[in-house]
C-alpha cells in the first residue's frame, strides 16, 4: 500500500467553481501534512501546511482528519492561474522523510 | 533570498556513463534532501543531511549513487555508472527546521536526468 494515496483527476472545471482534493495517508504517526502545487515541469512549490484545526489562506482551506487519515484542500472561486497538479505531502515514522502523492492535476477552464 | 539552485538543468548522458548533480541550498539551511520522479511515479525520498552528516540515506537505490556535502554547504549527487533506469527528474530540497516541526520545504527547479 502506498504510504500517500491520491485522485490523479484530472478535475475540469469553469472559472469560478469550488473544487475540493482528498488524499490519504498509511502512516498514524505522521505529524506534518502539506499541499504543494507544482506546474508543469516545474518543481513542487508550498503551497500551505496542513493544521490540525484546519487553516485557510485566502481561497484555499485545508483540513486534517487523524482519525481517518485524510487530509483535504478546498479551493474557491477557481482561477484559471490555479490550473496545476497538487501534490498531498506528509511525514513518515523517520519525520524527516516526507512521502508525496502522485498528485491530483487541476484543470481550471475560461 | 536566493533560493535552492541546481545544476545542470538537464543531462543527457550514455548508460555506463557518469553524472555528477550539485545542489546549492538556502543560505543557512542546515537540512539538505534529495529527491526524486522517474517517469510515471511520484516524487521518492533519497536522502538527507544534516550539515555534512548523512541523517537517513535509507532511500538510495542502490550503491551506483553516492550523495556528498562537504563542509555543510553545497551537495553533490553522483550515478556512477548510470543506468536507464536512473532516468527521471531530481529535486534538491532544503529547510532550516526539521520536518517534524510543520515546515515545509524549499525545492529547487530540479535535474531532468535522461539516460541513453
Known amino acids: 500500500r502506498k504510504e500517500v494515496e491520491q485522485d490523479p483527476g484530472p478535475f475540469n472545471v469553469p472559472e469560478g467553481a469550488t473544487v475540493a482534493f482528498n488524499c490519504t495517508y498509511s502512516?498514524?504517526?505522521?505529524?506534518?501534512f502539506f499541499w504543494y502545487r507544482q506546474d508543469c515541469r516545474k518543481e513542487p512549490k508550498l503551497l500551505m501546511s496542513v493544521y490540525s484545526s484546519g487553516n485557510e489562506d485566502g481561497r484555499f482551506t485545508a483540513q486534517l482528519n487523524r482519525a481517518s487519515q485524510y487530509i483535504s484542500l478546498l479551493i474557491r472561486d477557481s482561477k484559471l492561474s490555479d490550473s496545476a497538479t497538487y501534490l498531498c505531502v506528509v511525514n513518515g515514522y523517520n519525520f524527516n522523510k516526507f512521502y508525496f502523492g502522485s498528485g491530483t492535476k487541476l484543470n481550471v477552464k475560461p | 533570498e536566493a533560493g535552492v539552485t541546481q545544476f545542470p538543468s538537464h543531462s543527457v548522458i550514455e548508460k555506463g556513463q557518469t553524472v555528477t548533480l550539485r545542489c546549492d541550498p538556502i543560505s543557512g539551511h542546515d537540512n539538505l534532501y534529495w529527491y526524486r520522479r522517474v517517469m510515471g511515479k511520484e516524487i521518492k525520498f533519497l536522502l538527507h543531511?544534516?550539515?555534512?552528516?548523512?541523517?537517513?540515506e535509507s532511500g538510495m537505490p542502490n550503491n551506483r549513487f553516492l550523495a556528498e556535502r562537504t563542509g555543510g554547504t553545497y551537495s553533490t549527487l553522483k550515478v556512477q555508472p548510470a543506468e536507464l533506469e536512473d532516468s527521471g527528474v531530481y529535486f534538491c530540497?532544503?529547510?532550516?527546521?526539521?520536518?517534524?516541526?510543520?515546515?515545509?520545504?524549499?525545492f529547487g527547479s530540479g535535474t531532468r536526468l535522461t539516460v541513453v
Open positions: 543531511f544534516v550539515k555534512e552528516s548523512k541523517q537517513d
Open positions: 502512516n498514524s504517526a505522521s505529524q506534518s
Open positions: 530540497a532544503s529547510s532550516q527546521d526539521s520536518g517534524i516541526d510543520g515546515y515545509g520545504y524549499t
